[in-house]
């Protein structure tokens, strides 16, 4: 059977966590919201908050991240990694399409090439999903398989059922954290029946749809439509707030920055949208626009269904809601042309 917990003691659960674990929230950082550590006292983003406007791949993959330092003498070059303090993070309130967004990345960090950073936060983190009852117009998350009310990608999936949380059991760590946590009561099959309810309201909710049958295949077919590119890619910015803001968007750029003769060796997002993203010393292969927009399109739902058999894109809206000229993924690929 499922637990419940009344929300005016939603605080007192957090703080209970906080025991063990960081907790991250959604909070307002400069007026941005976003997954922020927990101050022990605020838990009023729960009115106000739909999603955050920076997801939750910051949490294990930030902007800006130190790599490494480094100090230059006469031997040459001497290196200090990082330490993890190896403290363990739980981040209250993910909603199931940035839950969803961070098992795509893992399929990229956690290819070939393991990425100690991402990893090392990843493996030490808790999910504590939140389902949305009330999602945004430019949502489109049940197109991608996904219901703004549930998640297998947490460990422990909340319902809002009016003046109690629902939580449902996901993982056996959820279950582990459920043993140690105390003042939750048993929840009622009338408090599961209003629980199924409220997912389906939110399901319905979520009208924006996209056809992702064949996608990749009418991508394939149309990617040397320049015509069509750029048609789509004219009122374009470039400005990359769309990618940098994507929960699935993983580019970074490597960047040493040294006074005198030590320094520190960063990565930062970067973006393909930006122009010089693709500079090489002879050449630029994406110096025009339309290039860089059909990159970003054919990159979440042609290449990464070849290359991870999964689609890029959860449908969580960013982009759209967030582009300074309202340039919308959802129209672009409802008017893939037919074949070329
Ligand atoms: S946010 Fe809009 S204007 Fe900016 S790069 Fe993306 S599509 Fe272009
Ligand atoms: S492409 Fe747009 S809708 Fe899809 S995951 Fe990225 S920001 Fe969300």
């Not at 003498?73 to 839950?99: N, T």
């Amino acid at each position: 059977m499922d637990k419940k917990i009344s929300k005016k003691d939603i605080g007192k659960l957090l703080s209970q966590w906080r025991q063990q674990f960081t907790v991250f929230v959604p909070s307002r950082e400069s007026g941005i919201a976003t997954m922020a550590e927990w101050d022990g006292k605020d838990t009023s983003p729960m009115d106000w908050y739909r999603n955050t406007i920076v997801p939750a791949k910051a949490n294990f993959f930030p902007p800006a991240e130190p790599m490494f330092s480094f100090q230059k003498d006469k031997e040459g070059y001497h290196l200090e990694l990082p330490v993890s303090d190896g403290h363990k993070q739980l981040i209250f309130g993910i909603r199931p399409c940035d839950a969803r967004a961070l098992a795509i990345l893992d399929t990229t960090f956690k290819d070939a090439y393991e990425d100690p950073y991402y990893l090392s936060k990843r493996n030490n983190t808790l999910l504590i999903g939140l389902g949305c009852t009330n999602p945004y117009d430019s949502c489109f998350c049940t197109s991608l398989g996904i219901s703004p009310g549930e998640s297998k990608d947490v460990d422990l999936m909340l319902t809002d059922i009016g003046d109690h949380f629902l939580i449902a059991v996901i993982t056996e760590a959820g279950e582990e954290l459920i043993a140690k946590t105390s003042r939750l009561e048993e929840a009622t099959k009338a408090d599961e029946t209003r629980a199924s309810e409220v997912k389906e309201t939110s399901y319905s909710k979520v009208t924006r749809r996209i056809d992702t049958e064949n996608i990749d295949e009418k991508l394939l077919s149309g990617f040397d439509n320049q015509d069509f590119w750029e048609k789509v890619a004219a009122k374009c910015l470039s400005c990359g707030i769309c990618t940098l803001l994507c929960p699935t968007c993983f580019c970074f750029d490597i960047n040493d920055e040294m006074v005198k003769k030590q320094g520190t060796r960063f990565r930062c997002w970067d973006s393909c949208a930006f122009p010089i993203y693709t500079q090489m010393p002879m050449e630029n292969p994406r110096e025009e626009k339309w290039r860089r927009v059909r990159q970003r399109v054919c990159h979440k739902f042609e290449f990464q269904p070849m290359n991870f058999d999964i689609i890029g894109c959860v449908g969580c809206g960013r982009c759209i809601r967030l582009c300074p000229v309202n340039w919308d993924i959802t129209r672009i690929l409802d008017s893939l042309p037919a074949k070329v």
